[in-house]
Each structure stands twice: as structure tokens, then as C-alpha cells.
């Protein structure tokens, strides 16, 4: 392979100018560099109050689609004064929902009672009917064999019983 001689020629800059450029070269270079990176910060820890309690999986929980229908003007008021959701614990513990979802004149209801975990009874939901007498109310047996009562306190609140395999629980349910 042949090299032609090209017409091409190249010119140096005077000496001191060419060290202007070889100077502005070197400044651009550095300026191009960056400073080594400080290692990373640890991300902020933020006090253990202000972090939320992860939602605890053994808590009763009702359907969302629950609704509940005002009691009809022929609903004498002491069973109009059940309906509604009720929430409350058993034995200081055992988390209970109850919702009331329709009242009849006679005292008949129709319900949605949730629970947490009991004793070895996992958390569930059950839809069910009870009657009202006098100031109770007694659902129906539950699927997982619980008997429960409801009784009326002057102030407002549920007195609960939650009878389940031979075991008794107490407590208080007050309305949502």
C-alpha cells in the first residue's frame, strides 16, 4: 500500500501560545474530574414511637359492604337501640365486632358478628340471626360452635357472654 503525499500541513502554534493551550487543556481536564464520593449517609432512624404497629393478623375484622338499616317507626325503641356496630373485647383480650344489620317489631335481628383469635379459634366472620328478649339479645349458634348474648346496660354499652367448647368469656361492647 502506497502512502500519497497529501497536501495537508500542519502548523504549530508559537511556542507561547501553545503553552496557553496546553495550560487551558490542563485546566478543563481537572475541572472535569470530580471529587472522590463521601461514602453514603445512613438513612435517617426515626424514633421507635413514630413508627406504626403493623396490623395485628388475630383482629376482628367486618366486611365493608356491611350495612345496616335504620329500624322502621314500628320498632318499639328498646330493640331499636341494638342496631348498629358494636365492637368491644373478651376478657380484656379477645376482640369482638358485632353488627346489627336489621330489626323487626317483634325483636327478630339479622347480624354479622366478627372475632379475633379465641383461645385456639382463629379469627373469622359468620352472618347469622338472633331474637331480642326483654334486654338481651341471643344470636343463633355461630359456625365455629360459639353461643353469644348481648345484654343491654343502662349506659348504653353491651354486656357480652361468648360461650365457646365448654369456656366462658365476658366483656363489653360499646357502638362504633
Known amino acids: 500500500m502506497a502512502f500519497k503525499r497529501s497536501s495537508v500541513r500542519f502548523r504549530l502554534a508559537p511556542p507561547n501560545s501553545l503553552s496557553v493551550m496546553l495550560g487551558f487543556a490542563a485546566f478543563t481536564l481537572a475541572a472535569c474530574q470530580s471529587a472522590p464520593e463521601a461514602p453514603p449517609s445512613p438513612p435517617p432512624q426515626l424514633a421507635p414511637a ?11 375484622v367486618l366486611d365493608q359492604t356491611v350495612a345496616v338499616t335504620p329500624p322502621g317507626k314500628g320498632v318499639p325503641a328498646r330493640y331499636a337501640a341494638f342496631s348498629g356496630i358494636w365492637a368491644g373485647r373478651l376478657d380484656g383480650m379477645y376482640e369482638g365486632k358485632l353488627a346489627v344489620l336489621t330489626v323487626s317489631p317483634g325483636g327478630q335481628v339479622t347480624v354479622s358478628y366478627a372475632w379475633g383469635d379465641v383461645a ?3 379469627p373469622g366472620v359468620a352472618d347469622g340471626a338472633g331474637r331480642i328478649a326483654g334486654n338481651t339479645l341471643k344470636l343463633g349458634r ?7 348474648t348481648f345484654a343491654m346496660l343502662p349506659d348504653g354499652t353491651l354486656a357480652v357472654t361468648y360461650t365457646l367448647a365448654g369456656h366462658t368469656y365476658t366483656g363489653s361492647f360499646a357502638r362504633q
Open 142 to 148: 355461630l359456625p365455629n360452635g360459639a353461643d353469644i
Open 120 to 122: 385456639d379459634n382463629k
Open 50 to 60: 413514630a413508627v406504626a404497629a403493623p396490623a395485628s393478623p388475630d383482629l376482628a
